[in-house]
């Protein structure tokens, strides 16, 4: 059986998701090769879950999606909104705020 | 070229579980692509095509997995997903106390916008059989509007066939007590104990009929990938 993981990455795939985007268009499979490469494999999913969270947020209309053809193959492009950039950038202020907060505690630092 | 055993078993899946058509093809369509990739990926890794369609399908993920996850997306696009107590239980009487109200200040106000509010009112007044007619009218086609949008947001939002059932429970349970009085002068709704009939069974009948399709739908389905697996 497959490792998940923890259930603290809550919101982590929206994140990873936005910030991929937010570089250019890229369909499923190229999100799932980015975040495998530049995370050096830390995650470990079904490639397959990537979908509904694609779809997600889409419904949100943070993302939107155009059916391209590419070397004969026809593909599903994401791209950011500019919704999903407002919510790129909370997100990503939210984030380092927790990070910041989590790497004090681990490295027993004190206010 | 036949289709992988996985997809097609996602597929069948979705179906199943009442996913809208439209939405499956587009995410069987985006899983079938992704799967080509993964299987490109392994041939030109050197491995041969039986072992390249175990890598896809394991890199894929178990369909349950996915199933489960496109299952909570589908629900998380609006609060009616998110929320089956909400829309499958209070929902129902909120609309139908709202219904009669609702349509009759409607009509009212679209009558008094074209300047014939009056005339309407004394129309209604010398035609009581007329106006039996429409308070009747109105009052049923709540019976018939509210259930079929409960079972409508139940496929949307892909919600189990059980909320539908306790949603056109709940219209039933309405219809059974709720009461028209209509007199000269006089029009009364309120609960009591004298049900019609057309109130009570509508609901049900309704339920009946969209999970029929459902089972329908989910047959013609299997017939056509036997047909298909045939040739």
Redesign the interface.
């Known amino acids: 059986m497959k490792k998940t993981n923890p259930s603290f990455l809550n919101g982590v795939p929206e994140l990873l998701l936005l910030k991929l985007l937010s570089r250019r268009e890229m369909y499923g499979y190229e999100i799932v090769k980015a975040i495998q490469t530049e995370t050096k494999d830390i995650f470990t999913f079904g490639e397959g879950c990537i979908y509904p969270y694609l779809h997600y947020l889409e419904a949100e209309k943070l993302v939107s999606s155009r059916r391209q053809e590419v070397d004969g193959r026809s593909r599903n492009y994401y791209q950011l909104t500019g919704r999903g950039r407002k919510r790129l950038s909370a997100l990503g202020a939210e984030w380092s705020r927790v990070a910041k907060g989590v790497a004090m505690v681990l490295g027993g630092q004190h206010a | 070229m036949r289709e992988p055993a996985t997809i097609t078993e996602l597929r069948r899946r979705l179906t199943e579980i009442g996913c809208p058509a439209k939405r499956t093809h ?2 069987v ?3 079938s ?2 799967r ?3 299987k490109q990926e392994a041939l030109e890794a050197g491995r041969g095509p039986e072992a390249a369609d175990s890598f896809a399908d394991s ?4 369909v349950e ?2 199933v489960r ?2 299952t ?3 629900r ?2 609006s609060c009616w997903g998110r929320h089956p107590i909400l829309t499958f239980c209070v929902l129902p009487p909120i609309v139908f106390f709202a219904w009669f109200p609702g349509i009759a200040a409607l009509v009212m106000w679209g009558a008094n916008l074209l300047g014939t509010g009056d005339a309407i009112t004394r129309w209604f007044l010398i035609h009581l059989e007329l106006v039996k007619v429409v308070v009747y009218s109105v009052d049923y086609s709540a019976f018939i509007v509210v259930p079929a949008l409960l079972c409508w947001l139940a496929r949307r939002y892909v919600h189990d066939f059980k909320w539908a059932l306790a949603g056109c429970t709940l219209s039933s349970l309405h219809g059974l007590f709720h009461v028209i009085t209509l007199t000269s002068h006089n029009l009364g709704w309120g609960y009591g104990l004298n049900p019609d009939w057309f109130t009570v069974a509508t609901p049900w009948l309704i339920y009946g009929a969209w999970r029929y399709l459902a089972v329908m739908e989910s047959r013609r389905y299997a017939t056509s990938q036997r047909a298909e697996e045939t040739i």
Do not use: N, P, S
């Not at chain 2, 890199?59 to 178990?62: C, S, W």
């Open positions: 587009q995410i369509q985006e899983v692509e992704h080509e990739d993964l890199k894929l993920g178990h997995t996915l996850q496109f909570v997306a589908l998380r696009r």
